[in-house]
């Protein structure tokens, strides 16, 4: 992943070269963590962008900042204006978006109510697992760190200093040769991968968790739960134990980034009878087909650019 192609950021309200986005050392966010943030695609669709779900992500969004006593100063059609404009400005088609709103740099005390900056970042890829895992399917390990309960710090928040907890469980899953690290929760159930929610397949039916788990509620999983039940499978949510996992048929990771990922092994033994699994590939096309326009069904999932959103070279000021 590298930024060196991004021109244009969007900060507080105005376009910005990418070499002057900068923030004050003393951010607050910097120093404890307390940013929200989304991730979000755009795909082409008719060979022009359009963003999968954002009004979704942009009311987790604010739904975030809210947990955390922030006020994003800008309404959703403003965001999604800067959205537009900078998917147009960087000559982008498929893209991976990056709002995040951060307490600023008035003050570092820790109960300082400071300012909310607002900035979104856009670009063409974010690749959180690699090709070949997506292909034949991740080597998935249990993870020795577990993920907080909701009575620590709001799972269902997308919030910056919440992501340490994903990294710790990453690094030490990377150090023994894994490609994902599984967080079970403090009850000892499944929670979620460190930046994906989990799918495991019996038969015909797909079965996920959700909050009462620890989790981040997916925007990808919720699209996988509409789309199961309209290709004629039985979706059922509730706990998941690492047993559910052992005697699946198929188990699969999903998110913005990585979309859907096949399980292929998890500590050393195979996942059902190899990844990916024909439920996990018969979803991964539905998803495919909508985030492309291709199934009409789906078309109120895509924001489609429109013709005026075209790109323009200033910066502007709001
Ligand atoms: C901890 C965690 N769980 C689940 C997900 C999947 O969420 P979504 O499908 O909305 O991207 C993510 C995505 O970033 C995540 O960070």
């Known amino acids: 992943?590298?930024?060196?192609?991004?021109?244009?950021?969007?900060?507080?309200?105005?376009?910005?070269?990418?070499?002057?986005?900068?923030?004050?050392?003393?951010?607050?966010?910097?120093?404890?963590?307390?940013?929200?943030?989304?991730?979000?695609?755009?795909?082409?669709?008719?060979?022009?962008?359009?963003?999968?779900?954002?009004?979704?992500?942009?009311?987790?969004?604010?739904?975030?900042?809210?947990?955390?006593?922030?006020?994003?100063?800008?309404?959703?059609?403003?965001?999604?204006?800067?959205?537009?404009?900078?998917?147009?400005?960087?000559?982008?088609?498929?893209?991976?978006?990056?709002?995040?709103?951060?307490?600023?740099?008035?003050?570092?005390?820790?109960?300082?109510?400071?300012?909310?900056?607002?900035?979104?970042?856009?670009?063409?890829?974010?690749?959180?697992?690699?090709?070949?895992?997506?292909?034949?399917?991740?080597?998935?390990?249990?993870?020795?760190?577990?993920?907080?309960?909701?009575?620590?710090?709001?799972?269902?928040?997308?919030?910056?200093?919440?992501?340490?907890?994903?990294?710790?469980?990453?690094?030490?899953?990377?150090r023994r040769g894994y490609d994902e690290a599984l967080l079970l929760n403090i009850e000892g159930t499944v929670a979620e991968a460190a930046v994906a929610n989990v799918f495991v397949v019996s038969g015909r039916t797909l079965r996920t968790n959700d909050e009462k788990s620890s989790i981040l509620m997916g925007i990808t999983r919720d699209s996988i739960l509409q789309l199961a039940v309209a290709e004629g499978f039985k979706v059922e949510v509730g706990t998941i134990t690492v047993e559910d996992l052992c005697q699946a048929d198929e188990v699969f990771l999903c998110g913005t980034a990585s979309e859907i990922v096949p399980v292929a092994e998890l500590d050393g033994s195979r996942m059902g009878r190899g990844a990916p699994g024909p439920v996990t590939s018969q979803i991964r096309s539905a998803f495919d087909r909508a985030k492309t326009g291709a199934?009409?069904?789906?078309?109120?999932?895509?924001?489609?650019?429109?013709?005026e959103d075209a790109p323009v070279e200033t910066a502007v000021s709001r």
């Open 1 to 174: 992943m590298t930024f060196e192609n991004i021109r244009w950021t969007w900060m507080n309200g105005e376009f910005v070269p990418w070499a002057e986005s900068t923030v004050p050392l003393s951010t607050h966010a910097l120093h404890y963590g307390t940013g929200v943030f989304e991730g979000i695609r755009s795909y082409t669709v008719d060979g022009e962008p359009a963003i999968f779900r954002l009004d979704a992500h942009l009311e987790r969004f604010y739904k975030s900042a809210a947990v955390y006593g922030m006020r994003i100063p800008f309404t959703p059609g403003q965001l999604t204006e800067a959205i537009c404009g900078l998917i147009r400005r960087n000559r982008l088609t498929e893209s991976y978006i990056r709002p995040l709103a951060f307490v600023g740099g008035e003050t570092l005390g820790i109960r300082a109510q400071g300012s909310t900056e607002t900035a979104i970042m856009a670009w063409p890829h974010m690749a959180h697992v690699s090709e070949q895992s997506r292909r034949r399917g991740a080597k998935l390990t249990v993870s020795p760190y577990r993920k907080f309960h909701a009575s620590m710090m709001p799972t269902t928040a997308k919030a910056c200093g919440q992501y340490l907890n994903s990294r710790l469980a990453t690094m030490e899953a990377s």
């Open 295 to 307: 199934s009409s069904e789906w078309d109120h999932w895509l924001h489609r650019l429109a013709a």
